[in-house]
């Protein structure tokens, strides 16, 4: 996940989707799957940003399994980040 | 038909919020000339990008857009699905808050160090209404933060006459000339009237618009307590000798400016020290409490009635002669002749009179309130 968690009002976004991500790891894993997330501030890796082409932030991009998908937004809607990700059936 | 496609084409190309079309993978499918600004970079490079699918509580929410030059611009996101040839495309819709989201970071930046200070703050809209006070407001006030927010200043009105003109002058002021200082009477929650030291100041936006007022006030309760100590005499609450002087001082100075009269009274307690020595001090002192009562029942409005020291009372009647001064003293030497003290019994005062300019002195009377009363201690004389 890409976010900005220390420029002026987007802490508040960024702890939302962070939040928001921790659930939607732990139902996954519920599900007996393995998930690896990294979290990084866009601030502190700004090539990396570049190199991944983010052009909104909060972003979850889903690296695999394949296709690589990205969901921007505080990801408060479970089910359609999950659909989005390509991780549940529609 | 109108409007028909080119129409359309206009009001989404004239639009100062952006909007893209995302296709079901979460590639730009078209943007507005508006994106172009958003996100530093010309069209052709941002159709075919991946944006992503979007996920956002309720109907909107913030997200940044990553700028180039003005780093993370902070928009307000709304989303729609729309069907284009049975394909679900998502509509999205930006709006640059970033001016609004610095502003009210600034603002929260300074609340933080506001929060820490013993004066009072409150921000307003420019129609008044509260959108923030710090923790000394809710001291000074006693209206908590969720019981002030929302309200106006109207919330601690006094509802007196003159407090309310003040008010009514206070907000004239501050539209024409934008800020104000000075003092104002208000109302604390519990219903007490207490009078504060406030400055307000207006905060505009980048155009110059009014956003906010801020004021910072200070109670003033205890400065006035200290003003009072400082003219005041602690025992009697009558004014001490130093108030007496000042008052006297400019009292002079208007006699000789118009050619008035003025007058002084001054008395002394008759055996004073046999009142403490017998009854005790704390005795003494009620004396002098009960004495200053009857003399300020007295005295004229106008009159400065003053403890000189010890067991000395001094009376400044302005615009009096020494014949008027006399018909005043005469009624407090009776008054407290008459009194009996529920400790000490019954006592006498001696008094002396003086007529100021000097040349009108009464028969029998000093012409100034010379080191003592005339009478002599243990033999007040009909004056």
């Not at chain 2, 400055?199 to 906010?212: A, C, E, Q, T």
Request: aromatic share 6%; charged share 25%.
């Amino acid at each position: 996940m890409f976010c900005v968690s220390t420029s002026p009002g987007s802490t508040a976004t960024a702890e939302r989707a962070i939040d928001n991500l921790r659930r939607l790891v732990a139902e996954l894993e519920e599900d007996g799957r393995r998930v690896d997330v990294e979290v990084i501030d866009i601030l502190e890796r700004p090539q990396l940003a570049e190199d991944e082409r983010i052009l909104a932030t909060p972003v979850v991009i889903k690296k695999l399994p394949e296709p690589l998908r990205r969901i921007v937004g505080d990801l408060s809607e479970l089910d359609k980040v999950l659909i989005g990700l390509d991780l549940k059936e529609h | 038909m109108f409007p028909d496609e080119a129409a359309f084409r206009s009001l989404v190309e004239q639009s100062s919020d952006t909007i893209l079309l995302l296709d079901p993978a979460g590639t730009v499918a078209y943007a507005n000339p508006a994106a172009e600004q958003l996100f530093g970079r010309p069209l052709a490079n941002l159709i075919g990008e991946e944006f992503g699918g979007i996920s956002t509580a309720e109907e909107q929410s913030d997200i940044y857009i990553p700028h180039p030059q003005r780093g993370n611009v902070a928009t307000n996101a709304r989303s729609t699905t729309i069907r284009l040839d049975d394909i679900p495309y998502t509509a999205v819709y930006l709006r640059d808050i970033s001016e609004r989201v610095q502003a009210e970071e600034r603002l929260r930046q300074s609340s933080v160090a506001l929060d820490a200070i013993d004066q009072g703050l409150m921000i307003t809209r420019p129609d008044t209404t509260i959108v923030a006070v710090n923790p000394a407001f809710t001291t000074i006030t006693g209206y908590t933060e969720e019981e002030a927010l929302g309200h106006t200043p109207e919330l601690q009105r006094t509802g007196r006459q003159e407090d309310e003109e003040s008010f009514t002058e206070m907000r004239r002021i501050l539209e024409r000339e934008g800020h104000w200082t000075g003092a104002l009477w208000r109302r604390r929650k519990n219903g007490e009237i207490y009078q504060e030291w406030l400055s307000i100041s207006p905060v505009h936006r980048d155009n110059g618009d009014l956003m906010y007022y801020v004021a910072i006030f200070s109670d003033m309760t205890a400065i006035n307590q200290l003003r009072q100590l400082a003219h005041h005499d602690y025992l009697t609450g009558l004014f001490n000798r130093a108030a007496l002087q000042q008052h006297l001082d400019e009292e002079m100075r208007r006699t000789a400016r118009y050619g008035d009269v003025f007058s002084l009274i001054m008395f002394d307690l008759d055996h004073f020290k046999a009142v403490n020595d017998r009854h005790g001090h704390d005795t003494g002192d009620r004396v002098l409490q009960q004495v200053a009562e009857l003399t300020l029942d007295e005295v004229r409005d106008i009159d400065i009635t003053a403890r000189w020291g010890g067991e000395e009372f001094m009376i400044l009647l302005p615009a009096t002669d020494g014949d008027q001064a006399q018909v005043l003293a005469e009624r407090i030497r009776k008054r407290i002749a008459r009194t009996a003290f529920p400790e000490a019994g019954y006592i006498t005062i001696s008094l002396g009179i003086a007529e100021v300019p000097c040349w009108r002195k009464p028969a029998g009377y000093a012409h100034t309130p010379g080191p003592g009363p005339l009478q002599g201690q243990g033999n007040p004389q009909p004056l």
